[in-house]
């Protein structure tokens, strides 16, 4: 079993859930056709007595069978295409039980927690699953000064802000009022935006992101950073307060 192809071998095996001790076996009937125990022993390197157990699960899940030939009993690997119904098999049972797994998730989320990430990279993937996280109709409120947003990285914001504006949601931002920002206003219509400026003397260093999912907010100076929420109650206070600022400028 020293071969690297076979250790390769050996090692999918176990990728699909068998024992090195299983692999071995598995792979030395398939080398040698029908042989006894004694003879797979010595292929697999494996004990005579550890390698009937391992016959007999190899068995069960399809992988081997037993046949009579000249009066005694020799062990046979089944064809490698049943490997492919075991992993089938295996995505059969994942679909199953994926509404359990994201049931124990959607639990998580009733708590609540805070994440911290740090760096452009970390953040461009933050805005990214902003977007995947998102539902048809949702509100997804900005407070952003957007000049320095942008300017983090203008190939990817410019992306990301065609990106979103594609997707059928309520985005709604309160902008620090600059010329880039009145610019952005006067379009807003052709960019499913709704889009008003703050007062002029407001000054903004953070970029505030609220969605039905988390609030984001996002640090524009150095150290470049973003904290996370996923909590309901915070989530709903950030949007009260998003809805009171919005009503207040005509």
Known sequence: MANKKIENLAETLKDLGLSDNEARVYLASLSIGPAPILDLARIAEIKRTTVYSVVEYLESKGLMRIEIKSGRRVFVAEHPNKLQSMLKLKEDNLAQLLPDFLELYDLKKNEGFIKYY?????????????????????????????????????????????????????????????????????????????????????????????????????????????????????????????????????
């Open 118 to 250: 740090q760096g452009i990279e970390a953040i461009k993937n933050v805005y990214n699953g902003l977007i995947l996280d998102i539902k048809p109709d949702d509100d997804y409120l900005i407070i952003s000064k957007y000049d320095d947003w942008h300017e983090l990285d203008p190939k990817f914001f410019t992306n990301f802000w065609e990106r979103r504006a594609k997707i059928d949601i309520k985005i709604r931002i309160l902008l620090q009022d600059t010329s880039e920002a009145r610019q952005l206003k006067n379009r807003e219509h052709r960019t499913n935006h709704q889009i008003k400026l703050l007062p002029g003397d407001t000054e903004l260093i953070t970029n505030l992101v609220i969605t039905p999912q988390k609030v984001v907010t996002h640090q524009l100076t150095t150290p470049i950073f973003a904290l996370v929420v996923e909590n309901q109650s915070i989530i709903q206070m950030n949007k009260e307060m998003f809805e009171i600022m919005w009503r207040s400028i005509p």
